[in-house]
């Protein structure tokens, strides 16, 4: 009796959340998309309305040139035995 009565009711209670969800969600997912694309905009203007590049090129890091390396002109050298 119990089981039987338990079922009945989570399967009402479920019933409810599905419809809820159902009407519920497309809202709320509405609000987050509007924000989102209110976000984006706005971001869109400033990026417009920013500084303009001058055209200079700027170098912040110059990397040190590798010593002790193998210049491209030598080559590798590989160590072999001939296997007669």
Same mark, same amino acid.
């Given at each position: 009796? %119990?089981?039987?009565?338990?079922?009945?009711? /989570?399967?009402?209670?479920?019933?409810?959340?599905? /419809?809820?969800?159902? %009407?519920?969600?497309?809202?709320?997912? &509405?609000?987050?998309?509007?924000?989102?694309?209110?976000?984006? +905009? +706005? +971001?869109?203007?400033?990026?417009? &309305?920013?500084?303009?590049?001058?055209?200079?090129?700027?170098?912040?890091?110059?990397?040190?040139?590798?010593?002790? /390396?193998?210049?491209? /002109? &030598?080559?590798?050298?590989?160590?072999?035995?001939?296997?007669?």
């Amino acid at each position: 009796m %119990y089981l039987i009565r338990f079922l009945i009711m /989570s399967i009402c209670i479920l019933y409810i959340i599905r /419809s809820l969800v159902r %009407y519920l969600l497309p809202f709320l997912f &509405e609000g987050l998309v509007d924000k989102a694309q209110q976000q984006y +905009q +706005q +971001q869109q203007r400033n990026y417009n &309305e920013g500084p303009k590049p001058d055209g200079k090129v700027r170098i912040d890091h110059i990397p040190q040139p590798k010593k002790g /390396s193998v210049p491209d /002109s &030598e080559g590798e050298f590989v160590d072999y035995e001939e296997v007669k």
